[in-house]
């Protein structure tokens, strides 16, 4: 990738000689040039602003310059290759984020015009735009003197995506921002530092455990610092969420059937062919088995996440629909739905039952830890296995 800077302080581009984007620079994987604008100004003063058109505070960067440098850094009639992208850092720009750096990784040549004063004369840009690729892009909504520090963390942003820059390239998909959440705490040696203790769990081994622990630390910081990336639903934390369990009332109706709906779109691609209830229903069946079923609701910050059912049928306490959002499975959520309406059942039940599709490995696989074993396909539903579990009492 070529990358071309215009300033009037081309000096302040310097620290992308040094660390990581330096290397990549000695090694050829990013070609990179410094551009004084002032060079392409003809007085004697090397005259790069005047005062603003109608009127104002500050001044404005002249467009003859600028011209001229752009002309020179991107000659025209350059066939075949991928146009190039100028980007202009602005405090008006688009949000520079994590998708745009990916998207800007793909460009052969980046150009960036970085403006003083109160910004480049907008005739510049659209003179550009009808040779090559604009981006007019913020990094921040904070206002900076001029556009040499948005560069400087553009330019790092894009050349570490670039293949070859990383060493360990496969960390980059674990990063905030690519996943959409924000990074988990991490230590390192001494375990015990001025009487903080490393997080047990990252002491354990156990690399199951770990990896769940760190996706909660990032959807809890998520959900509280960044409330924009993520539903502060998604922040759950199962000791509080217990207490979110509530006895369904007619008014959930409606969440329940776009819920059960959701949860059980997976459940048919588990099970092709097989005869999913849940689907077949609408509102006024769920209003209506909401009369004659035990029906338990979780809630996380408003939101209907989870929910769980069960009836009597003689000695037995029939379970059934326990959903959670698709977005949040995966945590123990629907462990801690099925033990909550387990829990719920009358004195005189002697034996648990539910069904679920003969290929809903995951769900047979919790229902089997919870003590539960396979009877064989349910004769009423095609394509579902029935389980059970015999109380001890
Ligand atoms: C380019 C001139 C200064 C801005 C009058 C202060 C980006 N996130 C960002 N904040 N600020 C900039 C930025 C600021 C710039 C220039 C980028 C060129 N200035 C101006 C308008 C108000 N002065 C930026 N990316």
Redesign the pocket.
């Known amino acids: 990738m070529r990358i071309d800077v215009v300033s009037i302080f081309p000096e302040y581009l310097a620290p992308l000689g040094l660390s990581l984007v330096g290397k990549a620079r000695e090694s050829g994987l990013i070609d990179v040039h410094f551009h004084d604008l002032r060079q392409w100004t003809h007085d004697r003063h090397r005259t790069v602003d005047d005062t603003p058109y109608g009127g104002g505070a ?1 001044m404005v960067m002249k467009p003859e310059p600028w011209g001229e440098a752009l002309d020179a850094v991107v000659p025209t009639g350059q066939t075949g290759e991928q146009p190039a992208t100028l980007v ?6 688009e949000p ?1 984020t994590q998708a745009v750096a990916a998207d800007l990784a793909t460009r052969d040549h980046l150009v960036f015009a ?7 004369d907008q005739r510049v840009i659209d003179d550009a735009a009808s040779r090559m690729e604009v981006r007019e ?11 040499e ?2 560069a400087l963390a553009i330019v790092e942003a894009v050349v570490r995506l670039l293949p070859g820059f990383m060493g360990n390239a496969e960390s980059l998909t674990e990063e905030s921002h690519t996943a959409g959440l924000l990074e988990y705490p991490v230590y390192t040696k001494p375990d015990a530092w001025r009487g903080h203790q490393v997080p047990d769990v990252l002491l354990s081994g156990d690399h199951g455990r770990i990896a769940r622990w760190r996706h909660d630390q990032s959807v809890r910081r998520t959900a509280e610092r960044r409330p924009d990336l993520a539903h502060p639903s998604t922040a759950v934390d199962l000791d509080e969420l217990a207490g979110q369990l509530t006895l369904a009332v007619p008014a959930d109706a409606a969440e329940l059937l776009t819920l059960q709906r959701a949860c059980w779109v997976q459940e048919q691609q588990a099970n092709p062919g097989a005869e999913i209830p849940a689907h077949q229903e609408d509102l006024a069946d769920v209003q209506a088995w909401l009369q004659e079923w035990t029906t338990l609701t979780l809630r996380s910050a408003g939101r209907l996440i989870g929910a769980a059912r069960a009836h009597q049928v003689g000695e037995a306490w029939d379970i059934g629909r326990i959903m959670v959002a698709p977005d949040l499975q995966g945590r123990g959520i629907g462990r801690m739905l099925l033990a909550a309406i387990e829990q719920a059942a009358p004195d005189d039940v002697l034996e648990f039952m539910l069904f679920t599709g003969a290929g809903s490995v995951r769900n047979i696989r919790m229902y089997k830890k919870a003590g539960y074993r396979l009877l064989g396909s349910d004769p009423e539903v095609a394509g579902a296995v029935r389980m059970t579990k015999r109380l001890r009492r």
């Open positions: 500050g202009v850092p602005t405090p008006a720009g520079f970085c403006g003083r004063y109160e910004g480049i892009l913020s990094i921040g909504d904070y206002v900076l003197n001029g556009g520090v948005a």
